[in-house]
């Protein structure tokens, strides 16, 4: 992708792909040489390599607002290339290929030029770099409340003392 276009969506709200188990909504923190940071309500910090993204949506009418804050101290893990990136997580718990079959969790151990290798309960699991579409670690921040959130809990105490 163009990594040009990609820095324009930077501190937006966007969609990574269009649907499926690897598809997102998150504010976009960052764009690297390839891989972008996105921050997702749910899940917090996903990195994805850019080589797997298939599309990026903005809706430029229609401006999504992510429900967490961020706090002024927040930091994130940021490297010039993917595999970097991969390398900053080494003996973190991580969630890779967040979707579908490929789906792995696990303590990341070595990286390699060629793979990851992960350690998952009693398996030692080797991933190719190439077949990572995206990682993510422990880091998420709490969602904001909302008015309607308030509301619900106002109508449960109610509920309770009748």
Do not use: C
């Not at 923190?29 to 080589?51: F, H, K, P, R, V």
């Not at 967040?98 to 309960?121: C, H, K, Q, W, Y």
């Not at 959130?149 to 009748?162: A, R």
Request: net charge negative.
């Amino acid at each position: 992708m163009n990594t040009e276009m990609i820095h324009s969506l930077v501190d937006r709200v966007i969609k990574v792909d269009r649907g499926g188990p690897e598809s997102r909504i998150g504010k976009l923190l960052a764009a690297d040489e390839d891989y972008i940071t996105l921050l997702n309500a749910e899940e917090g910090i996903i990195y994805y390599n850019t080589q797997h993204i298939k599309s990026l949506t903005y809706n430029a009418k229609d401006q999504v607002q992510l429900a967490v804050e961020i706090p002024d101290d927040f930091t994130f893990i940021q490297a010039k290339d993917f595999k970097s990136v991969l390398g900053k997580l080494t003996l973190r718990w991580v969630k890779i290929n967040r979707g579908g079959p490929e789906a792995l969790e696990g303590i990341m151990d070595i990286v390699s030029d060629d793979f990851v290798t992960i350690v998952a309960n009693e398996e030692i699991i080797r991933v190719s770099l190439f077949h990572i579409r995206n990682i993510s670690y422990g880091v998420k921040i709490e969602k904001t409340k909302t008015d309607e959130d308030s509301n619900q809990g106002k109508d449960n105490k109610s509920k309770d003392s009748k």
